[in-house]
């Protein structure tokens, strides 16, 4: 089973910008999908975006234009790199991949990275 780590989370003032980073622990080239999430206390978590294995990209309309998503299969990692932050992205945020074994689909996520935008 694959583990993810996540990393690149931090405090950073409205209008800055992060880059996180979520390291695969085996190749990331064949996996069905890869995502971000995020949550925030009280809430649940949500889809921020999603990379598949062909590239096709997807985005949570509150994040399009402002995060990017992409992978480095040579690192088997998983980046989100996220600009023009608003204190309203501030939430712990989770990678998530989806892999198929025989016929089952699993998903595994990561332990999450806090990111806490100030205004």
């Known amino acids: 089973q694959v583990q993810l780590v996540e990393s690149g989370g931090g405090l950073v003032q409205a209008g800055g910008s992060l880059r996180l980073a979520c390291a695969a622990s085996?190749?990331?080239?064949?996996?069905?999908?890869m995502a971000w999430y995020r949550q925030v206390p009280g809430k649940r978590r949500e889809l921020v975006t999603s990379i598949a294995t062909g590239g096709s990209t997807n985005y949570a309309d509150s994040v399009k234009g402002r995060f990017t998503i992409s992978t480095d299969n040579a690192e088997n990692t998983l980046y989100l790199q996220m600009n023009s932050l608003k204190p309203e992205d501030t939430a712990v945020y989770y990678c998530?991949?989806?892999?198929?074994?025989?016929?089952?689909?699993?998903?595994?996520w990561g332990q999450g990275t806090q990111v806490t935008v100030s205004s």
């Open positions: 998530a991949a989806d892999t198929v074994t025989g016929a089952t689909m699993v998903r595994t």
């Open positions: 085996r190749n990331i080239f064949n996996f069905y999908a």
